[in-house]
């Protein structure tokens, strides 16, 4: 699970959440979305990696950085109203898909300041 909050006008923070069949949650890091000038940039969990955004629509974005080993290019793709589905792909054509759906949180989440 992805939780996205807004810090400002061009950064938005997320947290990584993986809930396993037993009560366990695993903290899967932090990632930032952010604006700069014209240009968008993606940083995934755990990545020393910062992505250029080089394509977005209404429902889906790409980001890409060559200089990254694995991966490459990062797709996030809304596929339904409540489903996600996110592409890894780089280096001799390594490929991640994953699936999400939403999860119905019973506490409101706060925005950031």
Do not use: C
Not at 16 to 31: A, D, H, I, P, Q
């Amino acid at each position: 699970m992805e939780t996205w909050l807004p810090m400002n006008d061009s950064l938005y923070t997320g947290q990584g959440t993986m809930y396993k069949k037993t009560t366990e949650t695993v903290s899967l890091g932090n990632m930032q979305f952010q604006r700069r000038n014209k240009d968008y940039y993606f940083t995934p969990a755990n990545s020393p990696f910062e992505y250029k955004v080089s394509a977005i629509s209404k429902n889906s974005f790409v980001a890409e950085n060559r200089n990254a080993e694995y991966p490459q290019k990062i797709s996030y793709v809304l596929f339904k109203k409540d489903s996600l589905h996110t592409i890894w792909e780089g280096g001799a054509g390594a490929r991640k898909d994953v699936y999400y759906g939403r999860v119905k949180r019973s506490v409101p989440v706060k925005k950031g300041k």
